[in-house]
């Protein structure tokens, strides 16, 4: 079967993604000359919002950012707060944070690899249609997904913008006959996530590499809530270094900001970062199930971040029964962060990679400027660079197949675009 060398291609609708965008490629006799990911959603103005609030607020404004990862919002805005007025957040209520955000990469990570991506190489349009025919699979996701929503409800107030996180710790803490259901729970749910493991260890994964510098936190445990930005390339600089290493530029065709290093290397944050970079500190359990799906010392295949997704899920369940098991309630539910001028900044790992916050504040408290740096714009560069090699390699395919496949390495980033589920437009132009 012969294709023209000069095509358009175009989709109205790509599902199973974040946001609202659109990917334009230009293939001139069979070279492809560009490809961008158009981001064209409005600007939300959340750093405008935060501009004249007290610092007790951006915790709860930035949760409503993301209502699929709010927690991740909220932990880096608390750091970045707690920074700025020299306060320092340990012992039980640190493990209580790090808990809460276990809960959150059990329900992303469930819902992207059950709902979003597994129907990909499964050969189903989506989860319904891969409920028809395997429903006990996507049951077993949902159930996983809920073990998170759990413990977002028994921390956070709820699952959904949870209520009970504050600057300085929680508006209450749970007593441990709270807590100590939840362990039943997560016990089935590590079985669940195990299975998840062998499950996405037998899908077929195309043959497709690439080797951006990744770059993600670092600590003494595998990195959620706190650490040191290292890459895979040796870098290494603290949360508040961040501005001093990464710079932001704004693209003609997208109203998503491009980050990059300020040297003008590209890099990717996310699952493959953070596993290629701190594998070693894996639980047991959960290196022991990466070993036996075949993941080495570290991941290139992009293809292949649906499986660490689930070796995560198995770490997140593994960290969050530890921390139940050792619990003990603290004296008191927060310490005090009173109000100081000053910059602050904080970064954590949502479950899509490295965000970062900074706050300024006045000597009222009162925030005077705010930045935030999500995940998916920090990824643009890295996503459309593979995305200009992916389809290169796989221009002798018709409009239909190639659409499918481009589709399918999109969602390998799970981009959030504008941290609601709307669509994505592609369109490949080969005139």
Sequence with gaps: MTHRNDR?????????????GAMYVRVRDRDVEEVRLDIYEPPRFFEAFLRGRAHTEPPDITARICGICPVAYQMSACQAVEAACGVTVDGVLRDLRRLLYCGEWIESHALHVYLLHAPDFLGYAGAVELARDHRDVVERGLRLKKAGNTLLEVLGGRAIHPVNVRVGGFYRTPGRDELGP???????????????????AGFEFPDFTHDHEYLALSADRYPLEEGTLRSSAGRA???????????????????????????????????????SLNRDRLSPLA???????????????????VLVRAVEIVYAVDEALRIIDGYEPPPRPAVPVP????????????????????????????????????????????????????????????????????????????????????????????S
């Design 182 to 200: 939840l362990a039943e729970t997560l016990r089935r749910a590590r079985d669940d996530a195990l299975t998840t493991v062998e499950w996405a």
């Design 237 to 275: 600089f603290t949360a508040a270094g961040f501005e001093e290493h990464i710079v932001e530029e704004q693209v003609p065709h997208s109203t998503a900001l491009h980050a990059r290093f300020c040297d003008g290397g590209m890099y990717l944050t996310g699952p493959l970062a953070r596993y």
């Design 8 to 20: 358009t291609l175009k989709v109205g609708a790509l599902a199973r993604v974040e946001g609202e």
């Design 287 to 305: 290196l022991e199930a990466a070993d036996r799906a075949g993941l080495g010392a570290e991941c290139r295949n992009p293809f292949r971040s």
């Design 339 to 430: 109000p100081r001028e000053g910059t602050g900044h904080g970064v954590t790992e949502a479950p899509r990679g490295t965000l970062y916050h900074r706050y300024d504040l006045g000597p009222d408290g009162l925030v005077r400027a705010a930045r935030i740096v999500p995940p998916t714009s920090q990824n643009q560069a890295a996503i459309e660079d593979d995305l200009r090699r992916f389809v290169a390699t796989r221009l002798h395919l018709d409009d239909h197949a190639l659409t499918h496949h481009c589709e399918q390495a999109i969602r390998n980033y799970d981009p959030c675009i504008s941290c609601s589920t709307h669509f994505l437009d592609l369109t490949v132009d080969r």
